[in-house]
C-alpha cells in the first residue's frame, strides 16, 4: 500500500531552531533492579529514530526520562548542552513534545479544546489564546486529520481518533523535539502508515529530531532512519534496520522463533514468525 504524504501547503513553520537531545549513560529504576540501564542516544535534527524492544525493555520510562518527567539516577540528559534539569517546565514545553502511549484526555472537552492545549506553553501570563494559536491548532488537526472532528467531545471518540487528537496536540507546540510512545495504538492500518510517514515527513522536511517507541517492528524498520534495539533496560544494537533486525538479535531479544527477510520493494528487513508442525505444510 502506497500511503501518500499529507499535503503541507498549510502546515504551520515550526517557530524553534532545531535542537539535539543527549542522554549519556542514563540509568532509572523505580523499587528494584534499573529498568533503564546505561543507555546512550542522540537525537538529532532531520532523524527518525525507532526504539523496539519486548516489553518491560525499558522503552517507555526512557521516553520519560528524555522528556523530563523523570530524573535520571545516574547519567545526564542534555537539550543543546543544557542539562535537561536547568530548563523550566514552560522552556521545554516549547522545545519538546510527547505523545504518551496512553493519555488521558478530558471526555467533556471537544478535539479543538484538546488540541488547544498545545498551545499552553506559549501563551503569556493572562494565559489567553489569540487567533494565531487558534490556527495553528486548526491546522495541526488538519495535518493529522481530525479537523471534521473539531466539535466532537472526546468521550465520543474511538481509540484510534482519541491518538490521533493527542499527535495533533503535541504538532500544536510547535516543537523542535517529537517523543512518540506507541503512537500507532488503537489505531488501523491505514492511519498506521499515515501517521508514521507524517511523523518521518516532519523529521525529514522540518528538521525535528523525533524518537518513536514502535511495537510493530515492520513498521520501525520500513520509515525509521535509525533503530535502537532495547532489551532488559540496556540498548543491545543500535544503526540502521538492517543492522539492527537481524533473525538472530530479535530471536534472543524477543525470545521469540522468527525469520527475518527481505522486503521487495525497499530492500528494508521484514519479520514474520517462524512457523512448526502442520502449519509450515499447510496450504495458503
Known amino acids: 500500500m502506497n500511503t501518500p504524504v499529507p499535503a503541507v501547503e498549510r502546515v504551520p513553520a515550526l517557530q524553534r531552531g532545531p535542537a539535539v537531545l543527549r542522554a549519556r549513560d542514563v540509568t532509572f529504576a523505580y523499587d528494584g533492579p534499573p529498568v533503564v540501564n546505561g543507555v546512550s542516544l542522540e537525537l538529532v535534527p532531520g532523524r527518525l529514530i525507532g526504539a523496539i524492544g519486548p516489553n518491560g525493555a525499558g522503552k517507555s520510562t526512557l521516553v520519560r526520562l528524555l522528556s523530563g518527567l523523570l530524573r535520571p539516577?545516574?547519567?545526564?540528559?542534555?537539550?543543546?548542552?543544557?542539562?535537561?534539569?536547568?530548563?523550566?517546565?514552560?522552556?521545554?514545553?516549547?522545545?519538546?513534545?510527547?505523545?504518551?502511549?496512553?493519555?488521558?484526555?478530558?471526555?467533556?472537552?471537544?478535539?479543538?479544546?484538546?488540541?488547544?492545549?498545545?498551545?499552553?506553553?506559549?501563551?503569556?501570563?493572562?494565559g489567553s489564546e489569540k487567533a494565531r494559536d487558534r490556527e495553528i491548532a486548526r491546522q495541526a488537526m488538519e495535518r493529522v486529520q481530525v479537523w471534521h472532528l473539531a466539535n466532537r467531545l472526546i468521550g465520543t471518540l474511538s481509540g484510534g481518533e482519541r491518538q490521533r487528537v493527542v499527535v495533533a496536540r503535541a504538532l500544536a507546540q510547535e516543537p523542535s523535539i517529537l517523543l512518540l510512545d506507541e503512537p500507532t495504538t488503537h489505531m488501523d492500518v491505514n492511519h498506521q502508515l499515515g501517521l508514521i510517514v507524517l511523523v518521518r515527513h516532519l523529521a525529514a522536511e522540518y528538521g525535528l529530531a523525533v524518537l518513536a517507541v514502535l511495537h510493530d517492528l515492520n513498521l520501525a524498520s520500513q520509515y525509521c532512519d535509525e533503530l535502537l534495539l532495547l532489551a532488559e533496560g540496556r540498548v543491545v544494537a543500535r544503526g540502521r534496520p538492517s543492522e539492527v533486525i537481524t533473525q538472530e538479535r530479535i530471536s534472543q531479544a524477543y525470545h521469540a522463533d522468527v525469520l527475518v527477510m527481505t522486503h521487495p520493494q525497499t530492500g528494508r528487513p521484514i519479520v514474520v514468525p517462524e512457523l512448526f508442525g502442520d502449519l509450515a505444510r499447510a496450504d495458503a
Do not use: C, N, Y
Open 73 to 126: 539516577q545516574a547519567g545526564e540528559i542534555t537539550l543543546d548542552g543544557r542539562p535537561l534539569t536547568a530548563w523550566k517546565r514552560r522552556e521545554l514545553g516549547q522545545r519538546i513534545a510527547v505523545v504518551p502511549q496512553s493519555p488521558v484526555l478530558p471526555e467533556t472537552f471537544t478535539t479543538a479544546e484538546v488540541v488547544l492545549l498545545g498551545r499552553t506553553p506559549h501563551l503569556g501570563l493572562l
